[in-house]
């Protein structure tokens, strides 16, 4: 077939007058929608206009055009540096599509072909021009608006909520919004940008985890794909492991493991994370390769074993939650039997040193006169003892050493200096780290009041207390509490609130006196005192003499006596979160003088419990029972006259009355596991404050 080349001026009047008189019915131009017929081989007969295809564009594959023509055969087309307006025009001729140009598209346009274009072609390069010129076509109704794509946005596009499904055919510039699951929208926002077209532009919204995508049709299917390849859950792509060690230490295993598998790729080690467990002595693997966690599994076998040096080393192991001293004494007890020794002068030295050894091991018979003559190591002291040996069922003996183990105390610095072998200085830290741990705290918060009794509460306050409520089980009350009282006092355990409720119903009738409302914060197994006294001087001894001048002097000799509350409270925590609470309560108020001999002296009431008792963290304990009744005898009348005896009642009023109270004490205990919640029991003491003095904002 021979093809013949037109000029831009002959090849669009040429094109004018085939869509004129294509308009005829049964005319069916030969030359330029027509293929010839078949064996035809007069190349004179055959005449293509020529046109070139625009480079082919793998993204818009996806994109299917809605417009095709009929009854079109193969076109040839060839425009050098022609007006954008110019090829606009002839390709919606032959497309035979309406369309309104916006005044500031503008442009040169020059394609070429070597071979002939079919007619489901013309779409996809009208579009490629359009694109080349930043240009888009947005159809709206029956009419396709040819605007700059920049302003594209702003009109009124198409906009997909969906992630999957095929682009609508047609709109080259799509919204497309995009609910992203396990990723942060402004992280994955930086992974796309590279890939949004000049004129495309990417969108975030925080609140929702939003992604809003507006770009040419073939860029937002590409976007798409990135999303589906980064937005999947964290943990369908990385696996974990643990991996107890038994004879390295986990902070420097993770040091050379990080060296190993850097070895093997530097940037990405891998694909592998090392994080050490220090409590446990365990390492933790993360990763997304499978195999990385064999080639972990087998370098740890090599690895962790134990040390074949016998030779000692000094290791320094600061102590984080709990005192140097008291850690060395419980290691001398576990690693010597228990024995107690004499402690070396703190006040001198500053330190504890001491020493240990195995006597089974191989060179115990060497150095057995050089050991006794070595100072020996004190005892540990019982509260850290009792707190800590609950903390972990591991067995540790002397039996577990291979040879002699030195500590050191440096108590200026709260640690410990050990001079061991590497295999015993491994037993011993694994003993560490369950001794040094976080200590545990107690909120107690208690209410001291005074309930004046009357006919309907003369049993007392719990009396009233079960009979407004359901009745309390003394047996069961029995089986939770462990507690030894003074006679006639009692114990309940019962509903915060409920207290609280009859409490108040007794306030409305003016019978509470509140004593004290004191709440501490007690860490565990240490006792924590209360102490809101007044002190009373009490004459002791006098002495009376006569000096040389025979003048008689009296010599009195005072002391002072703490009158008011006085709590002491020492909790115990175990494992299962049961606090066991050592409580001793005084309170003591002046009373009336008594005389003695020629003298008269202060007296003083005391009311005092000692028990001790176990309940759940968050329960209220009402220690009541104490009751005290009080006389008085009241005479008014005409005076003097209503003190005669016999006739005397003529003259006034006798009044004796009597009045009981009782003391009851209400305990809460709160146990704080750790910071978080001291810091919200602050924050919660710090609002109250406020709202009493707002000043103290």
Request: some cysteine; aromatic content about 8%; proline content about 6%.
């Amino acid at each position: 077939m021979k093809t013949i080349f037109y000029n831009k001026k002959w090849l669009l009047a040429m094109m004018c007058l085939m869509v004129i008189v294509s308009g005829f019915p049964g005319y069916a131009p030969s030359a330029w929608a027509q293929s010839p017929p078949a064996g035809d081989t007069d190349s004179e007969n055959a005449v293509s206009p020529v046109i070139a295809e625009a480079p082919e564009n793998d993204a818009t594959a996806t994109v299917q055009p809605e417009e095709k023509s009929s009854g079109m055969g193969k076109l040839v087309f060839n425009f050098d540096n022609a007006e954008l307006a110019e090829v606009i025009r002839t390709l919606a001729d032959l497309l035979r599509i309406n369309y309104m140009l916006d005044p500031a598209v503008g442009g040169k346009v020059t394609i070429h072909t070597a071979g002939e274009l079919d007619q489901n072609d013309l779409f996809p390069i009208f579009y490629q021009i359009l694109e080349v010129n930043g240009v888009t076509a947005i159809k709206r109704d029956n009419i396709y608006h040819l605007v700059p794509m920049k302003d594209a946005a702003r009109l009124p596009i198409t906009s997909r909520m969906n992630r999957t499904g095929k682009i609508p055919a047609g709109d080259r510039v799509v919204i497309q919004v995009i609910r992203l699951k396990s990723v942060s929208a402004q992280e994955i926002a930086k992974v796309l940008t590279p890939f949004v077209s000049a004129e495309g532009s990417i969108v975030t919204q925080e609140n929702t985890n939003l992604l809003v995508a507006v770009d040419k049709a073939d860029n937002i299917a590409k976007i798409l794909r990135l999303v589906d390849v980064f937005d999947s859950d964290i943990f369908d792509r990385v696996n974990y492991r643990f991996y107890p060690l038994q004879y390295g230490d986990v902070e420097t295993m993770v040091e050379t493991m990080d060296k190993v598998f850097t070895a093997y790729g530097p940037s990405t080690k891998a694909g592998m994370t090392f994080i050490p467990i220090v409590r446990l002595n365990t390492l933790l693997a993360v990763g997304s390769q499978p195999k990385a966690f064999d080639a972990v599994e087998k370098f740890l076998k090599q690895y962790d074993v134990p040390s074949q040096s016998t030779e000692p080393s000094i290791y320094f192991y600061p102590v984080r939650n709990g005192q140097a001293s008291d850690i060395a004494g419980i290691l001398n007890q576990v690693f010597t039997g228990g024995k107690k020794e004499a402690a070396t002068d703190k006040k001198k030295s500053q330190k504890t040193e001491s020493s240990f050894r195995n006597p089974l091991s191989r060179d115990a018979k060497y150095k057995k006169q050089e050991t006794d003559q070595r100072q020996k190591p004190p005892a540990a002291k019982p509260s850290l003892g009792q707190s800590a040996g609950g903390a972990g069922g591991d067995s540790f003996g002397s039996g577990t050493l291979n040879g002699e183990v030195r500590i050191t105390e440096d108590e200026a610095r709260n640690s410990l200096v050990i001079e061991a072998a590497p295999a015993d200085y491994q037993i011993i830290k694994n003993l560490l780290t369950k001794l040094d741990i976080l200590p545990r705290q107690v909120l107690i918060e208690m209410m001291i009041a005074e309930i004046g009794l009357d006919e309907a509460s003369r049993l007392g306050v719990s009396w009233k207390y079960n009979k407004e409520g359901p009745s309390m089980d003394t047996s069961l009350i029995s089986a939770k509490i462990n507690t030894t009282l003074n006679p006639g006092m009692e114990v309940l355990v019962g509903n915060p609130d409920r207290w609280s409720a009859t409490l108040n119903a007794l306030a409305t009738e003016n019978r509470v006196n509140i004593l004290s409302t004191p709440r501490i914060l007690a860490s565990n197994s240490l006792p924590a005192t209360i102490d809101i006294s007044q002190e009373i001087p009490i004459t002791t001894t006098q002495y009376q003499y006569t000096d040389t001048g025979n003048s008689d002097l009296l010599e009195t000799s005072i002391e002072y006596r703490d009158t008011g509350l006085l709590l002491t409270v020492t909790p115990n925590i175990n494992e299962q979160g049961l606090v066991t609470m050592e409580i001793s309560q005084e309170i003591s108020e002046l009373g009336p003088n008594i005389d003695a001999g020629n003298s008269s002296y202060p007296s003083f009431y005391k009311r005092a419990t000692d028990t001790t008792l176990t309940v759940q963290s968050g329960q209220t304990i009402v220690i009541g029972g104490i009751i005290r009744e009080s006389k008085n005898a009241d005479v008014a009348g005409t005076p003097w006259l209503v003190t005669l005896p016999v006739v005397g009642w003529l003259f006034g009023t006798h009044t004796d009355a009597s009045k009981k109270t009782e003391l009851i004490i209400m305990i809460s205990p709160y146990v704080l596991d750790d910071f978080d919640d001291v810091d919200a029991v602050t924050q919660e003491f710090k609002k109250k404050a406020v709202n009493l003095f707002p000043e103290a904002k």
